[in-house]
């Protein structure tokens, strides 16, 4: 495998990063203009989230061509030229695949309805529905009126599921991942990749029997084992992780276990404190038995803020987020950032239900009211777990709209980013983002000292990591706690020390 490890990927969600048309909608010319800005940050690569063309009833996971870039964002020579920019600046392009499902606008759903004798053998259909739930809530099977049958999807109703068994769809598949490959694409991100071996009539859902082989086909008549691949793949263990990565699968995958620590039996609705004991097994976990490339994820674009969901994102946010950068960053593997998260943005908690967007969100909210919730008990669940939280646009300045547009942009601006913006921080020399920046350095240049065994401890409020070089104590907690440390250190989360005692939300690490 080429080198592929120690890497530094940073997400953007083209919708939300920074338009330059005024229509209130990202594009990738806005992305052009801020690569020196992810360059100084230290990034190698950009995982851009899908800008195919796009009905986008769920922000663009819905695709309805594969080969063209939606109008929204720019055409296909944009996205040409954004490769041959970053290249430049020494980052790689990863394109996010959603291979799983298509829109139901794609012209193969449309021949499908049709009947088409080709097409209607690329999706699933069943006379009858079963018990699958989509992951949006309510049944996984739509009717079709056209067709007198039911089609599966996982997803939304405007999300049908392809069929992976059919040789031709998966033919059709590689041809387009290669399209891009030759356009010059490094990387791939693989949306819900464990859900295509999915044997429906079972009740087989993740990681089936045939996944495996399809992963294989897929890797060598593609990116094969040259570019960077991170498949999605919630709550896949250790050795599941393992089985799919390597030369004939992916460089790595999201198993989300750190992130649905939270989650109460599974629902992550439903949130229970952390428990920090738990944290720390996962990471010994990941850390010290797995042989294959972690890929360190705190953030991303359907989750909440992890600042706002663990620690405390008002009174100290700014050392909420340098504590949970220093834990991470001091990881082995690759750091995956997600837009804003280098500058400590947080939750947007909009109180009402008109300002959000997202389809699971909106899904959540019928849901909860059909079973005669409280209006402010549903809102405290949203405003707390929506996707939208981390949708909201990218804060770049104190001026309207955050600088992010000069239209009505799609999404509500947080409003705090008269507070929480790229301008003020990186002019600020203990800011989140300078000390995002010292951290992606140490780990560039000192990769060795990271990629050590580790032992991690807890007594519930302080974790502690110890490498062989270097010993990291972090208060989980808003209180003082005394500790004995000793040693040089090496990175700090307030401007002065406080001789044997951890602040609320202090960290502190040691070199040895
Ligand atoms: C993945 C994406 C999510 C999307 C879903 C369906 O989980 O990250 O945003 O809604 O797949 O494509």
Same mark, same amino acid.
Not at 187 to 192: C, K, S, W
Not at 419 to 443: G, L, P, T
């Given at each position: ?411 509500? @601006? +947080?409003? &705090? !980013? $008269?507070?929480?913006?790229?301008? *003020?921080?990186? /002019?600020? =020399? ?50 003082? @706690? +005394?500790? &004995? !440390? $000793?040693?040089?250190?090496?990175? *700090?989360?307030? /401007?002065? =020390? ?15």
């Amino acid at each position: 495998m080429r080198n592929l490890e120690n890497k530094v990927i940073y997400q953007i969600y083209p919708k939300s990063f920074k338009d330059t048309t005024g229509n209130g909608y990202g594009d990738i010319q806005g992305i052009i203009e801020k690569l020196d800005y992810l360059q100084d940050l230290g990034v190698d690569y950009i995982w851009l989230s899908p800008c195919c063309k796009s009905p986008q009833n769920d922000n663009g996971y819905d695709i309805s061509d594969y080969m063209q870039i939606d109008e929204l964002f720019g055409t296909n020579d944009d996205y040409e030229n954004l490769i041959k920019e970053a290249k430049k600046r020494n980052i790689k392009v990863m394109m996010d695949l959603v291979l799983n499902h298509t829109s139901s606008e794609h012209i193969w759903f449309k021949k499908a309805l049709e009947k088409d004798e080709k097409y209607y053998n690329y999706y699933i259909w069943r006379d009858k529905p079963n018990n699958i739930k989509s992951m949006f809530g309510g049944s996984a099977w739509s009717y079709s009126e056209e067709v007198g049958k039911y089609y599966l999807r996982l997803f939304d109703k405007t999300q049908p599921d392809l069929n992976w068994e059919n040789e031709e769809v998966r033919k059709d598949l590689y041809k387009m991942i290669n399209y891009w490959i030759n356009k010059g694409v490094e990387g791939f991100r693989l949306d819900v990749i464990d859900l295509i071996g999915k044997e429906p009539d079972k009740m087989i859902l993740g990681k089936g029997p045939k996944f495996y082989e399809y992963l294989k086909e897929l890797n060598n008549n593609t990116f094969k084992d040259k570019l960077l691949t991170v498949g999605e793949c919630w709550g896949s263990s250790i050795e599941e992780s393992y089985k799919m990565c390597n030369k004939d699968g992916l460089t790595q995958a999201f198993h989300f276990t750190y992130q649905c620590l939270t989650n109460k039996d599974g629902d992550k609705w439903n949130q229970t404190k952390l428990d920090l004991s738990k944290l720390c097994s996962i990471l010994d976990t990941w850390e010290n038995e797995y042989k294959g490339i972690e890929a360190i994820v705190m953030n991303n674009h359907d989750l909440p803020r992890l600042i706002s969901l663990w620690l405390n994102d008002k009174e100290y946010r700014k050392e909420s987020a340098k504590l949970l950068i220093t834990l991470f960053g001091l990881l082995k593997g690759n750091l995956y950032i997600y837009q804003g998260e280098e500058i400590g943005m947080t939750n947007a908690y909009f109180d009402n239900i008109d300002d959000y967007i997202d389809v699971e969100t909106l899904n959540k909210y019928n849901e909860l009211k059909e079973k005669n919730i409280s209006e402010d008990k549903i809102m405290d669940i949203i405003k707390l777990i929506s996707r939208d939280n981390a949708r909201v646009p990218m804060q770049w300045d104190n001026i309207e709209n955050a600088g992010f547009t000069k239209g009505k942009p799609w999404l509500k @601006i +947080n409003k &705090n !980013y $008269k507070e929480i913006n790229v301008a *003020k921080d990186i /002019n600020s =020399i203990d800011s989140i983002f300078n000390y995002y920046k010292n951290i992606i350095k140490y780990r560039k240049e000192n990769y060795s000292k990271i990629d050590s065994k580790a032992i991690f401890k807890t007594d519930g409020k302080i974790l502690t990591m110890e490498k062989d070089k270097f010993i990291l104590y972090a208060n989980f907690s808003d209180q003082n @706690i +005394n500790i &004995n !440390y $000793k040693g040089n250190i090496l990175f *700090k989360n307030y /401007n002065n =020390i406080k001789e044997n005692i951890l602040r609320a939300y202090e960290v502190l690490v040691f070199s040895k």
